[in-house]
């Protein structure tokens, strides 16, 4: 299970996903950014490649006992792996690769991906073409099949960069559309019904509980269920941080009493013109003072990242991204108030 106290002290990272198609030169930009001290390094995705590069395919890859193959109305479960699982695989095994070929002799913490599981539940299809959402029994069996395929996928990282102190998120951009029953059928034409609280907080706990060291979610969906978050477990989350409203404050600032992490999406996670470092965290300084917090746990308890995947940036300003974000960290430490 994720503890707070085990989260190692970082000051920038990204969210998971990189431009282009190029394994190598992703593994390349991310070690080369966080890997001298500066922030956490992770296992990159490239969803550019096509299907089963993309979150959902990625992730299906990874599951225990269960298959998925590709149909029009998206991934649906399939009776045994075929030509879709076996490229999501081969992919994930060259992103691997890469990673550990630019890692050797590291020592320090590193981030892996993975759809969550109620994510996965609102977009994989059932045989019969509704999403899991819509049964609870194939919900369970989700989460249990995830839980067992997350296992071997962390061993795996763990034996390509043994130096490494390894991070789990688990990507929800869902989430909030699971428990408010927003998440639409595949028609379009009505949506799923919420799911219980509770239901939906034991399967995270459940799927967080494989990792022995820190765990976090990440979405840049609003209204994030952050209290929820921290009951099943979870050491921090990830946000886009425009998104945040008063409304939050107080689930957060008493998180952060707790040692609950934030990383903080404030850098535009497509090409845009970036503002100074300082400019960039503003908004950040500002928000803490509101929360009445000491400046001084500022640099400890957020970390700053782009608001979201770069899948979407040009490969030139996904390392600017990247290495703006080390500098606006940088520039929060140095005068958090």
């Known amino acids: 299970m994720s503890d707070t ?11 998971g996903s990189m431009p282009g198609g190029d394994a190598r030169e992703a593994a ?46 998206g991934w649906r479960i399939a009776d045994r792996p075929g030509r879709d699982m076996r490229r999501a695989v081969s992919w994930l095994r060259e992103d691997l690769d890469a990673l550990e070929e630019y890692t050797q002799g590291y020592e320090g913490p590193l981030k892996l991906q993975v759809t969550g599981v109620w994510t996965l539940a609102a977009a994989l299809q059932t045989r019969g073409g509704e999403a899991f959402l819509s049964d609870a029994g194939a919900c369970r069996d989700l989460a249990a099949s995830l839980a067992e395929g997350l296992r071997g996928h962390l061993a795996e990282v763990r034996r390509r960069v043994p130096g490494a102190r390894l991070v789990l998120q688990l990507d929800e951009p869902s989430l909030t559309a699971v428990l408010t ?18 239901v939906v907080e034991s399967a995270l706990r459940e799927v967080a509980a494989v990792h022995d060291g820190p765990v976090i979610a990440h979405s840049c969906a609003p209204s994030v269920p952050f209290s929820l978050l921290r009951r099943a477990g979870f050491a921090g989350a990830s946000f886009d941080f425009s998104l945040l409203t008063e409304g939050d404050d107080e689930a957060l600032g008493e998180g952060v009493e707790a040692g609950f992490r934030l990383l903080a999406g404030v850098v ?14 503003m908004g950040v300084r500002t928000w803490w003072r509101r929360l009445g917090l000491n400046p001084g746990l500022l640099p400890e308890a957020v970390a700053i990242t782009p608001s979201c995947g770069l899948a979407g940036a040009s490969p030139g300003y996904a390392r600017a991204a990247l290495a703006h974000c080390v500098r606006a960290a940088n520039s929060l430490a140095d005068n958090p108030e």
């Open 268 to 281: 535009p996670g497509t090409d845009t013109a970036l503002s100074d470092p300082a400019g960039s965290v």
């Open 5 to 15: 106290d085990d989260f190692p002290t970082l000051r920038a990272t990204g969210i």
């Open 181 to 198: 029953g927003t998440v639409r059928t595949a028609s379009g034409y009505r949506t799923y019904r919420a799911v219980d609280r509770q």
């Open 28 to 73: 390349r930009t991310v070690t080369g950014t966080f890997a001298g001290g500066e922030g956490m390094p992770y296992l990159s995705e490239l969803p550019a490649r096509g299907p089963g590069a993309d979150m959902t395919g990625r992730t299906a890859g990874l599951l225990a006992g269960l298959h998925a193959q590709l149909e029009p109305s």
